[in-house]
């Protein structure tokens, strides 16, 4: 294959991916360009190949599907990688090699271009299937990329790159990597977010199948194609989300003294002891300590009819704050209470309306101070009970999954959250 065309790739993907596919549309323009070593593609869709490298590695369609998704891949794992270096490069591609070559098999003929450009044996040998790792020190890591059973252990994509950073001597050659590895910046958050999409459905489906043998690459996988953010923030937003939710499940902090022979927080009497030149000999440091409301919360179910697909992450939210809730409602036009281990097996009942009326009225009839009301927005309340409310002073945690609105009606009672924030910060 010495020449390809806009049409070449065009009919290739949507053959492959189907015409409704947003990956299959991506490449807007193909070029011939000498100067890029191998190939690379852009936010606008501007495709570069080197003929060279085409001509002489480029054999069939399935090594075309297998540089062309490569390159439309490439983004999305970029902006996984905080700090790019040449190791942790190799340990991205490798892990896209071993996605295409197993989850979109029979469009890259196994990895076929993988299988011609690299070696069977030595760095290069991960960055491919069917390679011989017969007492190679890559020959565990390359069992997680291309399994043949089930692994107990599950690696995720930043222990790949640790590991393999321990691995590869320094002495070790860098093997050519297929593609462009600059930043990947100009590439929106819309676009990644639709990589990100049909790659993770389509790694869900094949899931299905695999018996458990793909739970390292599939985890691999969804941890970057979830987070298109930086390590480092994702890190700072899981821990702001949490805090967030804990300072209102939770509680209260309160202070507790503990004996130590290292100053970590010392009390004023020890600080008065050391600025007079006296050593304490053990300080009495003081320690925060997670106090729980005796209280308890009440939560507020939206069941109007499009709660199922959101539930999963409902429940696992409400689980992991199980101790500190107090009594469970379910709500769309009225409101009747469900026991918790009902709402776990996803039990709902619903008439199918909704109204936040009901939820004020049971809030004040009951004598609750704080509540989490979890809705798709939908709804309104009349002003009388939102005036109850206030001259209550009842603190609300609102929580909207769906296609909801902007929960308005619901904000002056406290903080507006979203699921898909709780789910993908903090429910881990």
């Given at each position: 294959?010495h020449l390809?065309?806009l049409?070449t790739v065009?009919?290739?993907?949507k053959?492959?991916?189907g015409?409704d596919?947003f990956v299959a549309g991506i490449?807007?323009?193909?070029?011939a360009?000498?100067?890029?070593?191998?190939a690379?593609?852009?936010a606008?869709?501007?495709m570069?190949?080197?003929?060279?490298f085409v001509?002489?590695?480029?054999?069939?369609e399935q090594?075309l599907?297998c540089l062309?998704?490569?390159?439309?891949l490439?983004p999305a794992f970029?902006?996984?990688v905080?700090?790019?270096?040449e190791?942790s490069n190799?340990?991205c591609d490798?892990?896209?090699?071993?996605?295409?070559s197993?989850?979109y098999g029979?469009s890259s003929?196994?990895g076929?271009?993988?299988?011609?450009?690299?070696?069977v044996?030595g760095?290069e040998?991960?960055?491919r299937?069917n390679?011989?790792?017969?007492?190679?020190?890559?020959s565990?890591?390359?069992?997680?990329?291309y399994?043949k059973?089930?692994?107990?252990?599950v690696?995720s994509?930043?222990?790949?790159?640790q590991?393999?950073k321990?691995l590869?001597p320094?002495s070790?050659?860098?093997?050519k990597l297929?593609g462009?590895?600059?930043?990947a910046?100009?590439?929106?958050?819309e676009?990644?977010?639709?990589?990100?999409?049909?790659?993770?459905?389509r790694?869900?489906?094949?899931?299905g199948c695999s018996?458990?043998m793909?739970?390292?690459?599939?985890?691999?996988?969804?941890?970057?194609?979830?987070t298109?953010r930086s390590?480092r923030?994702e890190?700072?937003l899981?821990y702001s989300?949490?805090?967030?939710?804990?300072?209102?499940?939770c509680?209260e902090?309160e202070?507790?003294?503990?004996?130590s022979?290292?100053p970590?927080n010392?009390?004023?009497?020890?600080?008065?002891?050391l600025s007079a030149?006296i050593?304490p000999?053990?300080?009495?440091?003081?320690q925060?300590?997670i106090?729980?409301?005796r209280?308890g919360i009440?939560?507020?179910?939206?069941?109007?009819?499009?709660?199922n697909?959101s539930?999963?992450g409902?429940v696992g939210?409400l689980?992991r704050?199980r101790?500190?809730i107090?009594s469970v409602y379910?709500?769309?036009?009225?409101?009747?209470?469900?026991t918790?281990?009902a709402?776990l097996?996803?039990?709902v009942?619903?008439t199918?309306g909704t109204?936040f009326?009901?939820i004020a009225?049971?809030i004040?009839?009951?004598?609750?101070?704080?509540?989490?009301?979890?809705?798709?927005g939908y709804a309104t309340?009349?002003?009388?009970n939102?005036?109850a409310?206030h001259?209550?002073g009842?603190?609300?945690?609102?929580?909207?999954?769906?296609?909801h609105?902007?929960?308005?009606?619901l904000r002056?009672f406290?903080e507006?959250?979203?699921?898909?924030?709780i789910?993908?910060?903090?429910i881990?």
């Open positions: 294959m390809i065309t049409e065009r009919q290739m993907m053959r492959e991916l015409a596919s490449v807007a323009s193909v070029k360009d000498p100067k890029i070593p191998t690379c593609i852009n606008t869709g501007t570069k190949y080197n003929p060279d001509s002489e590695h480029v054999k069939t090594d599907f062309v998704f490569h390159e439309i490439h970029g902006h996984f905080h700090k790019r270096d190791i190799i340990a490798a892990i896209i090699n071993a996605l295409i197993q989850f029979q003929g196994g076929s271009l993988f299988e011609r450009f690299y070696n044996q760095l040998s991960i960055l299937p390679s011989k790792h017969r007492n190679s020190r890559y565990y890591l390359y069992q997680h990329l399994p059973w089930t692994h107990h252990d690696l994509a930043g222990e790949v790159i590991t393999l321990m590869v320094q070790a050659g860098r093997p297929i462009s590895h600059g930043a910046n100009h590439w929106n958050s676009q990644l977010q639709d990589i990100a999409q049909e790659i993770g459905t790694v869900q489906e094949h899931s018996g458990g793909f739970d390292s690459l599939r985890k691999m996988i969804v941890e970057i194609m979830k298109k390590i923030q890190l700072l899981n989300t949490r805090k967030r939710l804990d300072a209102f499940f509680t902090r202070m507790r003294r503990t004996t022979p290292f970590i010392p009390c004023r009497r020890d600080m008065v002891l030149d050593w000999g053990f300080f009495r440091n003081r925060p300590e106090k729980n409301s209280e009440a939560i507020f179910l939206d069941v109007s009819g499009s709660v697909q539930l999963p409902i939210l689980a704050y101790r500190n107090r379910q709500f769309s036009n009225a409101v009747s209470e469900i918790m281990d709402l097996r996803g039990y009942e619903t199918y109204d009326n009901c009225k049971t004040l009839t009951e004598e609750f101070t704080r509540a989490v009301i979890i809705t798709d309340m009349s002003e009388t939102q005036s409310l001259e209550a009842i603190q609300l945690l609102t929580i909207l999954f769906g296609n609105n902007n929960g308005d009606v002056p406290g507006v959250m979203n699921l898909n924030e789910t993908e910060g903090a881990k």
